[in-house]
């Protein structure tokens, strides 16, 4: 049974920085791609990075330029370097794996999902 589990979410001032850290555990899981997911209340969940296990990334624009996406394969976990939030960036984050289908930035696509960790920037 493949886990993810979130850490590093928190309260932090519109200007500042998370750093979100993915861990996975279950037999030799190794990913094919792994990204982040983001939803806010009374929203759909929608995505935020991903990067293959090849190092190549997808960041939506909504964050680009302000996050980052980096992957240690060899311990297969992904971290998000989050800088200069704004109160819009305020939501549940998701961890995801294994990309079953076409489409990274559809949450369907995903096969393994972590169970989130909060994220509030305040103004």
């Known amino acids: 049974q493949v886990q993810l589990v979130e850490s590093g979410g928190g309260l932090v001032q519109a200007g500042g920085s998370l750093r979100l850290s993915c861990a996975t555990s279950?037999?030799?899981?190794?990913?094919?791609?792994m990204g982040w997911f983001r939803q806010a209340p009374g929203k759909e969940r929608e995505f935020v990075a991903s990067i293959s296990n090849g190092g190549s990334t997808n960041t939506a624009d909504s964050v680009k330029g302000r996050f980052t996406i980096s992957r240690d394969s060899s311990k297969n976990t992904v971290d998000l370097q989050m800088h200069s939030l704004k109160p819009e960036d305020t939501a549940v984050y998701y961890c995801?794996?294994?990309?079953?289908?076409?489409?990274?930035?559809?949450?369907?696509?995903?096969?393994?999902w972590g169970q989130g960790t909060q994220v509030t920037v305040s103004s």
């Open positions: 279950g037999r030799s899981f190794r990913s094919n791609y």
């Open positions: 995801a794996a294994e990309l079953t289908a076409h489409g990274l930035s559809t949450v369907v696509s995903w096969k393994y």
